[in-house]
């Protein structure tokens, strides 16, 4: 299993409310000289998590980090006339948290951040890394009435029960890291079969 250390959010770099799916984002990749798409995850406007490379697979989403990251993208990131904005929808927003919290559980020393921390460039077009402080963070609560809670500080969204928001999310990452045809790929958009095998 790879040693994963972060956790890099991108954008499509697509204008605002224009659909994409990540076998669109494939056959750019392709037509680019990858092997196939470089995310790992993408995330439409819907809130649809599609797969990409299997968690296994290094990415080629971020140039220096690849080899010890995980790549998410969401569909957007520009507006009609092409310039960055940050146009996640709430479905978006709400999914990229569920996703980002589960990968956290799963690899809990990863750090998440944005693809302009590690380039010259606007994506994702929004601060992730700020965004994102506060996922994964776990205090022990202790007596002291001073005592103010990660929750309270970061205003995280109720993540007790964060896998159940959205449909097979725990199962979809299980079958990805290994690489597995997903069981139920009509619940979640899955790649076509070629970019899984």
Same mark, same amino acid.
Request: aromatic share 4%; proline share 7%; hydrophobic share 35%.
């Given at each position: 299993m790879r040693r994963i250390d972060k956790?890099?959010?991108?954008?499509?770099?697509? &204008?605002?409310?224009?659909?994409? #799916?990540?076998?669109?984002?494939?056959?750019?990749?392709?037509d680019q000289g990858f092997r196939c798409i470089g995310y790992h995850y993408v995330v439409l406007l819907d809130g649809k998590i599609e797969a990409g490379r299997a968690e296994?697979?290094?990415?080629?989403?971020?140039t220096g980090e690849n080899s010890h990251s995980i790549g998410v993208c969401?569909?957007?990131?520009?507006?009609?006339?092409?310039? +960055?904005?940050?146009?996640? #929808?709430?479905?978006q927003k709400k999914s990229l948290v569920s996703l980002l919290t589960a990968l956290k559980e799963k690899y809990p020393d990863a750090s998440i951040h944005g693809h302009r921390e590690f380039a010259a460039k606007a994506c994702p077009s929004f601060d992730a890394a700020v965004e994102y402080a506060g996922i994964g963070l776990y205090v022990e609560v202790t007596e002291n009435d001073n005592f103010v809670s990660v929750d309270e500080q970061f205003e995280l969204p109720e993540t007790?029960?964060?896998?159940?928001?959205?449909?097979?999310?725990?199962?979809?990452?299980?079958?990805?890291?290994?690489?597995?045809? &997903?069981?139920? &790929?009509?619940?979640?958009?899955?790649? +076509?079969?070629?970019?899984?095998?």
């Open positions: 956790i890099i959010v991108h954008c499509s770099a697509t &204008p605002e409310g224009r659909h994409h #799916t990540a076998s669109e984002i494939d056959a750019w990749h392709r296994a697979e290094v990415g080629a989403h971020c969401y569909i957007g990131g520009c507006d009609k006339s092409m310039k +960055p904005k940050d146009t996640r #929808t709430e479905a007790e029960n964060i896998l159940e928001e959205i449909p097979n999310l725990k199962e979809m990452l299980s079958e990805h890291e290994a690489g597995e045809t &997903p069981s139920n &790929p009509s619940a979640w958009g899955c790649l +076509p079969l070629l970019l899984l095998l």
